[in-house]
């Protein structure tokens, strides 16, 4: 057994580092978290969380925490953008977007303070200089701020960003496209010369009515947003000029990008926060290479805002668990290769609706209106807007894989049929591992799920107009196995053993 100075190493602490390293320390996995920063980035970036993994949050009975720490009390209706257009799902029973905002540096503030507290701290001005790895382990050459010096372990993860260092130390292809684009957001205080409006448009001295939302232009995009006396402003435009990543945005780039684009000028008050930033759409060849995995920006970029870091954090929660069974010694044949074909599967979808977006906010002229036109309204029927909706969320990922329709997709609301963060279901994935949900009281498969108390969890919730009899619900809330409404016990026995040993291999002993 080669000596080690940690089980895994993540190299990144950005939202998926920190909760992949929060997840791991959970299992009783010795983590290192490296940051090549000295401090947390306070450059504004993500806005909050939407989708699955505010779903994934609640099953694991953390969400309330993260909402009650948040930088903000603002809530919002579940609206998004998408290529110019407005998405609103207020108009379905069970929206498959849900909002939550917070800022990037408060949602790292509070993912770190959960990993320390499971014992995952994070080492600040730790940069990897150069990687080697064997059959055994992996090991790390690292600058820190005392000078440089190896780190082994059995498994790392990159999480480091779209400018991996791992990635590249591993010689993983990176391929796709970046686009011509400059995006600036800002959240400025609101002038004497603007009303903000209770639908969130602005109302411009001299001007007139800006509209909430998204504005197509022959010159770019435009949108704006305001509360209460703040308002959010955001332009894209294909640009030639260079940024560096540490050039800061000043208000006066602003106001000329603004003016560029919309055609007139917007008041602008003091800034709260300014980023500038580009997309890419691009993903590596594969996640995995021997004792080496990468997640988040490291594994995929995508062309609109608002996806990655959620995206990130579902990486960290489908391959936490994963390498625990590595360590601990209880994966079964094919399971590490699971991370690399899920989370691929998950991210071509991603690219497949932030492609598209592209082609919806940049398409001008006549051609361009018709193309929002009709997808507007297309998405005034329930279907396609669940439809798209589910997307977004990526909760449509791997459904029908076997004989349940859905068996490979993640546990949502409308496949329980319940409301939005129903308590009964709130922290039934506490531990992080898989669990049995029980939904029937069903004994029989409570005993089979017994052969696995080291690392399966059972829990029963009282269910009258149960969808299924029981599932069986990996780490990160996708189905593994459901048993229909009574389905005998000698069907549904069988079926749950097999799929409980295909995911967590052989019981450690048998009754």
């Not at 993640?410 to 992080?432: I, K, N």
Request: glycine fraction near 12%; charge should be negative.
């Amino acid at each position: 057994m080669v000596d080690v100075d940690a089980d895994v190493i993540v190299v990144g602490a950005g939202p998926t580092g920190l909760m992949l390293a929060g997840e791991l320390a959970r299992w009783g996995v010795q983590t290192l978290l490296l940051e090549r920063r000295p401090v947390p980035s306070d450059r504004a970036r993500a806005g909050g969380l939407a989708g699955q993994v505010v779903q994934l949050l609640h099953y694991r009975g953390e969400i309330e925490r993260l909402r009650a720490g948040r930088d903000t009390d603002r809530e919002l209706p579940p609206r998004f953008p998408f290529g110019g257009l407005q998405l609103d799902f207020t108009r379905l029973e069970h929206p498959p977007m849900q909002p939550m905002l917070m800022s990037q540096r408060r949602l790292e503030e509070l993912l770190a303070e959960r990993a320390d507290e499971q014992g995952a701290g994070v080492r600040r001005g730790h940069e990897v200089l150069d990687l080697q790895q064997d059959d055994d382990s992996v090991v790390l050459t690292v600058q820190g701020p005392d000078g440089p010096y190896s780190a082994t372990a059995r498994f790392v993860v990159g999480c480091d960003g779209g400018g991996s260092r791992v990635r590249d130390l591993i010689g993983t292809p990176f391929e796709g496209t970046t686009l011509p684009e400059v995006e600036r957001l800002a959240a400025v205080t609101v002038p004497d010369s603007v009303r903000v409006l209770e639908d969130g448009s602005l109302d411009v001295a001299d001007v007139g009515r800006i509209p909430f939302g998204y504005t197509a232009t022959a010159r770019g995009v435009f949108a704006c947003s305001g509360t209460g006396g703040r308002m959010s402003i955001y332009t894209a435009e294909v640009e030639s000029t260079g940024y560096a990543d540490d050039a800061p945005m000043t208000v006066a780039e602003l106001d000329e990008s603004v003016r560029r684009v919309l055609g007139v000028g917007v008041p602008l008050g003091e800034p709260l926060s300014m980023t500038r930033f580009g997309y890419s759409a691009k993903q590596a060849d594969h996640y995995r290479a021997g004792r080496v995995f990468l997640a988040g920006d490291a594994a995929h970029l995508f062309p609109s805002g608002g996806v990655s870091v959620n995206v990130g954090m579902l990486d960290a929660a489908n391959l936490a668990w994963k390498l625990a069974a590595g360590v601990q010694g209880w994966a079964p044949t094919g399971l590490l290769d699971t991370y690399d074909e899920e989370r691929r599967a998950a991210a071509d979808r991603v690219l497949l609706h932030t492609q598209a977006q592209v082609a919806l906010r940049r398409g001008h002229g006549p051609t361009g209106d018709a193309l929002r036109a009709l997808m507007s309204e297309l998405l005034l029927d329930e279907q396609p807007l669940r439809r798209l909706g589910a997307l977004l969320a990526g909760a449509d990922v791997g459904a029908g894989e076997a004989t349940s329709p859905v068996v490979g997709a993640f546990l949502t609301d409308l496949v329980l049929g319940v409301d939005h963060e129903d308590p009964r279901f709130a922290g039934f994935l506490g531990t992080g591992r898989p669990t049995l949900l029980d939904l029937a009281d069903r004994a029989d498969l409570r005993d089979i799920a017994a052969r696995w108390a080291d690392r399966l969890d059972v829990v029963g919730v009282a269910f009258d107009e149960r969808p299924v009899d029981a599932v069986l619900v990996l780490p990160d809330a996708r189905i593994a196995w459901t048993a229909a409404v009574d389905e005998p016990a000698d069907t549904a026995g069988p079926a749950f053993g097999d799929a409980v040993t295909d995911w967590l291999g052989a019981p450690r002993t048998w009754p």
